[in-house]
């Protein structure tokens, strides 16, 4: 159904099913609401028969027959996929009436499905038209409310002709001028993924160029092909109708380290972790990636590869089943998010979404396709795209660079199992086993059962790779980069990981293996000891209480952090609401997530939201900010919220809206001046007053600056919250991810013990109560520190607040208090920790 006017092409789609129709952005599926399978439609059914949307010809048809594809004669291609997680039902509840190839008139069915069976089986049967080339399409105008199936307009596409669609990828060039990669961990995954989806809000065709070397913009394998390096200098180019604009906003990206938080990475580059030595021939050693001591039976996992065949079938079949089988990855990963999600578990979730990333990464898409143009099966071509872009990783400079090609194959891996049926090996392992594996994929780390495995060890990675970091999430004792020879143990052989030392013994004497279940027993005990003392005030030895609070960063944090003891929260990271998404959130979106936290936390427990915390070293994509040379010393925190007064007031209003649900405190970040602070309250002022709401304000202590005018402040506000981890770096100008001098810029250093002495003493003289959220108030050691220096709150990571409020009930303030005075007369970092380790217990 073509419809055309003099200006403008029409592609008229009816109404595949009848129901009401449901914007895609609300579909509670990330790989639709995010629009990675393309925009559209989604439709809440109530009939059963699936009916061609227009005249075409079927061009894919999922095996699962859940989901399929027409293709108009203009070359549109639309795709229908009934329900969510259906392709689990494996054709269950499906009843294919055309086949691959047929062509249909639209109103024609496509497929019958039993609404019953899949009313139960399936979490929920939305179903989407979408059109996955958008190049081709210029405009939607999707109908609202009631639809009927083949006779209502569901949704007109206004055409762009290809010959357009070409020209608006290629109008003007424009080329940035040389943008130096800032000091950091170079372009790797998490930066790469960011540059990349900033890319794909632009039309134009991106490059990236490292010296004689260039890459698509947007694909992150080939961003990370480039191995681009802290100090590189790169240039972007594109061409295309919105050239200038991408060049700008690429540019301005790059500059700003694309949201890589040096501080994040989690080892300095050039600075291995230190391998355990072996003292004896029972001992094998190899990189400490999770503390903590663990004893059991070897279990040796050695997942199968699967058999593929090399020649495919005809090339457009073998398309369809790579389509299929990546759309289904995506579902598959999609599924271990929402678990993993409700774990609470932010690096997990985060390594997934690189996944799903990489599964439409066109690169990857184009060298498979390749393959299968030459007459390969989808799974051979496949296997080499993944496997050549995964060894071009593995030779790469970089460690961290080099540890990303682990998930290339874990992707890539996914994928083949699809293609070829087979099931992935099982991972399942019996109780109390210590793991030993060549390589764990990231996904396959993600489901490791923490009540059956004790400890893990792998012959390959660092402690910078995903193994790592989710052994360390699930507090599991682990060693990467162990000795070969670990593979060579005997499964059920008893061993004792040491995940601090990276030692894993064998043949251990009676003696030695009593000795270390006494110590793993003795950690459990203070484990307990931690978790009693979280559900209690935190109060010290003689009887002053504190607050302990938690820092958080979503909904689903505040959950834990309540679980875990936390008596309210002292610092809501607004910023992670705003981060990896290609527009900022609404006032809707905003106000959902705040007044979920608050009810969480109900009305007993304070809640300080801060506002956005962006720019400089935590850029936006929608937001692009000039390069600075000196990103730390430029347009961050408050100072973009007054520079962008619509999104500020934006986040104001949502905060506020949340406000009758709790005990909300508004927090501004990086204040330096007083008039921030007026700026700032001003038009908190006119928002509260235009919705009628109030809420208690205060700022963060960040900037020396502040803490010698916080008197004047302090008049202002309600409250401080000190962020140590800035007013360090800014105190001693060392920059807090400096790889060489990060470990010198020490919050225990006595210039920022005196910082905060004096923000204390500010405070406390107007009636003000003080916090610390910054990373020292999680610190065991600086605890009779600031307990000395009389700070009222601390807000600490969900971790700690059991160990925190712990060993508060085993301190005296009135002991701590002369402590603090003495560190305050010292002269060195080192002088103030060797005081505080006598009191280490
Ligand atoms: C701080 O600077 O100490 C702080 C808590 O803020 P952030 O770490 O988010 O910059
Ligand atoms: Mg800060």
């Not at 109008?171 to 000091?183: D, L, N, Y």
């Not at 380290?257 to 040096?262: F, N, V």
């Not at 990783?393 to 874990?410: F, I, K, Y």
Request: hydrophobic content about 50%; proline content about 6%.
């Amino acid at each position: 159904m073509v419809a055309s006017t003099p200006a403008t092409v029409h592609l008229d789609l009816l109404a595949p099913l009848s129901g009401v129709m449901f914007p895609l952005e609300a579909v509670p599926d990330p790989v639709f609401a995010r629009k990675l399978v393309g925009d559209g439609v989604s439709i809440d059914p109530t009939s059963s028969e699936l009916l061609a949307p227009m005249a075409g010809t079927v061009t894919q048809l999922h095996p699962a027959h859940h989901a399929i594809a027409l293709t108009s004669e203009a070359g549109v291609e639309i795709l229908l996929h009934i329900g969510l997680d259906t392709v689990a039902l494996k054709g269950e509840g499906f009843t294919a009436k055309v086949a691959l190839g047929d062509r249909v008139a639209a109103g024609q069915v496509l497929i019958a499905f039993d609404p019953e069976l899949l009313g139960r089986k399936a979490r929920c049967l939305l179903t989407q038209m979408v059109i996955p080339d958008g190049a081709r399409v210029a405009a939607l105008h999707p109908a609202t409310g009631l639809v009927v199936a083949g006779s209502t307009l569901a949704l007109r596409l206004d055409l762009r002709e290809p010959a357009a669609a070409a020209a608006a990828a290629g109008g003007s060039t424009a080329q940035s001028g040389i943008v130096i990669q800032p000091e950091g961990s170079g372009l790797h995954a998490r930066p790469a993924a960011m540059l990349a989806a900033a890319a794909k809000a632009f039309t134009s065709v991106i490059s990236l160029a490292r010296g004689g070397s260039e890459a698509n913009a947007k694909s992150v394998v080939a961003l990370l092909g480039l191995g681009v390096q802290a100090g590189d200098a790169l240039t972007v180019k594109a061409t295309g109708a919105d050239a200038r604009e991408a060049v700008a906003a690429l540019a301005g990206l790059l500059g700003a380290g694309c949201g890589d938080r040096p501080g994040q990475a989690p080892a300095p580059a050039g600075e291995p972790a230190p391998r355990g030595a072996a003292s004896g021939p029972g001992e094998l050693a190899g990189v400490p990636a999770s503390p903590g001591l663990a004893a059991g039976r070897v279990f040796q996992y050695r997942p199968e590869a699967p058999a593929v065949v090399e020649t495919g079938q005809d090339p457009a079949r073998e398309q369809t089943f790579l389509e299929a089988a990546l759309q289904d990855a995506g579902l598959q990963i999609e599924s271990i998010k929402a678990r993993v999600r409700a774990s609470a578990d932010p690096a997990r979730v985060e390594i997934l979404s690189a996944h799903q990333e990489l599964l439409a990464d066109p690169e990857l898409k184009a060298a498979a396709g390749a393959g299968i143009t030459a007459g390969q099966s989808a799974a051979f071509a496949w296997r080499a795209a993944f496997s050549g872009c995964a060894a071009r990783l593995d030779g790469l400079e970089s460690a961290l660079l080099r540890e990303r090609a682990n998930d290339v194959r874990d992707v890539g891996r996914r994928v083949l199992t699809l293609l070829t049926g087979a099931t992935a090996a099982g991972l399942e392992p019996p109780r109390d086993s210590i793991l030993i594996a060549e390589s764990l994929t990231p996904s396959e780390a993600a489901q490791l059962d923490r009540t059956k495995v004790l400890g893990l060890c792998t012959t390959t990675g660092g402690p910078t790779g995903h193994v790592a970091i989710l052994a360390r999430a699930l507090g599991i004792p682990a060693i990467v980069g162990i000795d070969q020879a670990a593979l060579a143990i005997p499964g059920q052989a008893l061993v004792v990981l040491d995940g601090s030392r990276g030692i894993l013994r064998r043949d251990l004497s009676e003696a030695a293996l009593a000795e270390a279940r006494s110590r793993i027993e003795q950690q459990s005990v203070v484990r307990v000891q931690e978790r009693e003392a979280a559900q209690k005030p935190a109060v010290t030895r003689d009887g002053v209480a504190l607050e302990v609070a938690a820092n958080i960063r979503s909904a689903q944090e505040a959950r834990e952090a309540v679980a875990a003891g936390a008596q309210g929260i002292g610092l809501l990271r607004s910023e992670f609401l705003f981060l990896n998404r290609e527009t900022p959130p609404t006032e809707d979106e905003q106000a959902a997530e705040y007044g979920a936290v608050a009810r969480i936390l109900g009305p007993g427990r304070k809640l300080v939201i801060r506002t956005l915390d962006v720019g400089g070293d935590k850029p936006l994509a929608y937001l692009p900010l000039p390069p600075e040379a000196n990103p730390f010393l430029g347009l961050r925190g408050v100072r973009v919220s007054l520079e962008r007064p619509d999104l500020f007031r934006t986040q104001l209003r949502a905060i506020l809206r949340a406000a009758p649900l709790g005990d909300l405190h508004i927090m501004f970040p990086m204040v330096s001046t007083l008039e921030e602070l007026l700026a700032a309250k001003a038009i908190l002022g006119e928002e509260a007053l235009a919705l009628g709401r109030s809420a208690k304000v205060g700022v963060m202590i960040e900037v020396p600056s502040a803490v010698l005018i916080a008197d004047a402040l302090a008049r202002e506000v309600d409250f401080f919250s000190i962020g140590t981890n800035d007013l360090t770096q800014y105190c001693m100008a060392m920059d807090r991810g400096h790889p060489r001098l990060a470990r010198q810029a020490d919050a225990l250093h006595p210039a920022v013990l005196q910082l905060i002495g004096l923000t204390v003493a500010s405070a406390h003289r107007h009636g003000r109560w003080v916090g610390v959220c910054g990373g020292l108030a999680s610190d065991l050691l600086a605890l009779p520190a600031l307990l000395g220096l009389g700070v009222d709150e601390l807000s600490v990571s969900v971790p700690a607040i059991g160990g925190i409020k712990a060993r508060l009930a085993r301190l005296d303030q009135a002991a701590c208090a002369p402590l603090a005075q003495e560190l305050l007369q010292m002269s060195t970092a080192a002088d103030v920790r060797a005081r505080l380790a006598t009191l280490a217990e």
